[in-house]
């Protein structure tokens, strides 16, 4: 029979997370990563808690951004553990660590809609929410259609707030009012992206 952890914490490992994603000119105040590219976290047990071991203890994670997530067009997604992550898909792995800690990889679609992130880990009817993140497109992910071979190119400056006010100008647009589902969904594409933006 399955155990289920009984996790006390998550550790988005912000940090070291940012500077893999080269996004940590955003900031180290919340994660931000790149899609198509893993990124780690670190699960906390409480005292008593089964330990992690890949053959008793299981776990499925999901994301969700928009306000109506939704599996039919990507804004929901779950997933369950492999041995290791798979870049052309939402995947995760998990290893046990010292200190009763459980570290998970996970990995993003590289044509995932971009936005804020909801991550919440599932267990035998039991949910927990871990954190937050933001998703950005991937100039350094060959299977990301913004992918870059210049690497000076790949090179983004932004001012202070930019993100922030990009993310706000989606969800206020005229196509979020009038299906912020299909909107969400259609932020996979940076074309999309840019019409919006720049209307």
């Known amino acids: 029979m399955t155990q289920v952890l009984d996790v006390e914490r998550c550790d988005l490992e912000i940090k070291s997370n940012v500077q893999s994603h080269h996004t940590a000119q955003s900031g180290e105040e919340r994660l931000i990563v790149r899609r198509g590219q893993a990124f780690g976290v670190t699960l906390h047990l409480k005292p008593g808690s089964p330990e992690f071991n ?20 990507d ?36 044509d995932a809609p971009i936005g804020l992130y909801s991550l919440s880990l599932h267990q035998q009817g039991h949910s927990t929410v871990l954190g937050t993140f933001v998703l950005l497109f991937n100039a350094w992910c060959r ?22 006010i990009c993310l706000k100008l989606l969800d206020e647009g005229p196509n979020f009012v009038h299906n912020a589902d299909q909107d969400c969904s259609d932020r996979r594409s940076p074309v999309y992206i840019t019409r919006v933006l720049s209307a």
């Open 143 to 164: 299977r990301d259609a913004v992918y870059l071979r210049s690497e000076s190119k790949r090179q983004e400056y932004f001012e202070p707030g930019i993100l922030d």
């Open 54 to 73: 890949t053959r008793e203890t299981g776990f499925t994670l999901s994301v969700e951004t928009g306000p109506l997530p939704r599996k039919e067009t």
């Open 75 to 110: 804004t929901a997604v779950s997933f369950g553990l492999k041995d290791s992550t798979d870049d052309k898909e939402w995947s995760a792995s998990a290893s046990k660590s010292p200190g009763n800690t459980v570290s998970v990889s996970i990995s993003s679609s590289p």
